[in-house]
């Protein structure tokens, strides 16, 4: 219910103040091709990330533009950069497509209730729920499960990150993951913590591979 009033409530807003493009300011969309093109750096990058198998970005966060516009879609209700990132991750595995259906499925790193609640969306699903539909990989929300309130990772050091997000998640339905192949989709990667942990659960629950898909590192 949520979701759908920040949808209506954007919606709204789009007609009261056109979008205009978060790198130029030209009106037209959120993101214009031009400038999207301008975020786009070393898509994909050797595995630094503890039970990372792969990993997969698009762009890095201190790019301007493209940290302007995760802020926007995490913080300030812009879901509609959703639909947008959702197209840059599709790209990137688009080469490996038709090897990713045989044995893939797609997980979003999921949200507490209470940070979902006072957001109002989970943005992670939301880029997760697209991405599935441009692919037609399988996607399911209800297995990697926020099981422990963290406090937010953006206040915290490296290592403190680590014990933050240390045992936070579960496996609702370990024969949803066993001998599958994940993609986790984030959308931004800083220490890895997060990702992580994430992916140690899932191994543990049988997971064969976990390859990280983020918007920026």
């Given at each position: ?32 091709e031009n400038c999207i093109n301008k975020t786009r750096f070393s898509p994909r990058s050797k595995v630094s990330v503890l039970f990372l198998d792969k990993l997969i970005h698009w ?130 990667l800083t220490t890895g913590a997060t990702l992580s942990e994430a992916a140690r659960v899932l191994k543990e629950a049988g997971a064969l591979e976990v390859t990280g898909l983020v918007?920026?590192?």
């Open positions: 219910m949520t979701t759908l009033i920040h949808t209506a409530f954007g919606k709204v807003l789009s007609l009261i103040f056109p979008d205009r493009c978060v790198g130029c300011n030209k009106y037209g969309g959120l993101f214009c762009g890095i966060y201190e790019n301007e533009i493209l940290s302007k516009a995760l802020r926007d879609f995490k913080y300030r209700g812009a879901i509609g950069f959703a639909e947008i990132f959702s197209d840059m991750l599709a790209k990137l595995v688009e080469p490996d497509i038709e090897k990713l259906r045989k044995n893939t499925i797609i997980l979003a790193i999921p949200a507490s209730k209470s940070r979902k609640k006072s957001r109002g969306y989970n943005q992670t699903e939301l880029l997760a729920e697209k991405f599935f539909k441009k692919t037609s990989l399988p996607y399911f929300s209800d297995v990697l499960i926020k099981s422990r309130n963290t406090i937010s990772q953006t206040s915290l050091a490296g290592r403190e990150r680590l014990f933050n997000q240390k045992d936070s998640f579960s496996i609702a339905k370990p024969e949803k993951v066993k001998n599958k192949k994940i993609i986790l989709v984030d959308d931004i918007v920026a590192k």
